[in-house]
């Protein structure tokens, strides 16, 4: 009975704080909505490919994803190219919002990396299912959410075409 009592007087403590479940300590979702999507991008064909120099976007099927993203939170994209590596770190330092280029539920990034639940499952290049996702900054939750409904929305499994 004093647990219950004391969880109650906890709930409407905390609710009355304005705190907000999930959040983004560092505001991520805030600052993005409306402003700018700091993307990472690796090639990864057919997830990601760039183009040949240094003229044009991005291009591919997570491309076009983000790029839905960011119009549905009304922002603009910033692309950062790089290494899987190099995006991490940008990834942990908070200079990119979220990585795109092929990365998979098997990521070796899964302990510095939030990824999303998987948006899209197709075979391997070894016949094995590959759950492809996308990696956010830890601890951004709010921001990881908005992401993974958006993807769950995009129907991406019935619309793969050629990638099955």
């Given at each position: 009975?004093?647990?219950?009592?004391?969880?109650?007087?906890?709930?409407?403590?905390?609710?009355?704080?304005?705190?907000?479940?999930?959040?983004?300590?560092?505001?991520?979702?805030?600052?993005?909505?409306?402003?700018?999507?700091?993307?990472?991008?690796?090639?990864?064909?057919?997830?990601?490919?760039?183009?040949?120099?240094?003229?044009?976007?991005?291009?591919?099927?997570?491309?076009?994803?983000?790029?839905g993203?960011?119009?549905?939170?009304?922002?603009?994209?910033?692309?950062?190219?790089?290494?899987?590596?190099?995006?991490?770190?940008?990834?942990?330092?908070?200079?990119?919002?979220?990585?795109v280029?092929?990365?998979?539920?098997?990521?070796?990034?899964?302990?510095?990396?939030?990824?999303?639940r998987?948006?899209?499952?197709?075979?391997?290049?070894?016949?094995?299912?590959?759950?492809?996702?996308?990696?956010?900054?830890?601890?951004?939750?709010?921001?990881?959410?908005?992401?993974?409904?958006?993807?769950?929305?995009?129907?991406?499994?019935?619309?793969?075409?050629?990638?099955?």
């Open positions: 009975m004093t647990t219950a009592l004391v969880s109650g007087v906890l709930a409407v403590a905390v609710a009355g704080c304005g705190v907000t479940v999930p959040s983004d300590p560092d505001g991520t979702l805030d600052r993005v909505r409306g402003g700018q999507l700091r993307v990472g991008v690796t090639p990864n064909a057919p997830w990601t490919e760039l183009p040949a120099g240094e003229d044009g976007a991005p291009a591919g099927l997570e491309v076009d994803l983000v790029t993203f960011a119009e549905h939170l009304g922002a603009d994209v910033d692309w950062e190219v790089g290494s899987e590596e190099e995006l991490v770190g940008a990834l942990e330092d908070g200079d990119v919002d979220v990585v280029g092929g990365l998979t539920a098997r990521s070796p990034w899964a302990s510095r990396a939030a990824l999303t998987p948006y899209v499952t197709v075979p391997g290049e070894r016949g094995e299912e590959e759950n492809h996702v996308m990696a956010t900054r830890t601890g951004e939750n709010a921001f990881l959410v908005e992401l993974e409904r958006y993807l769950i929305a995009q129907d991406v499994q019935a619309n793969l075409g050629g990638l099955r």
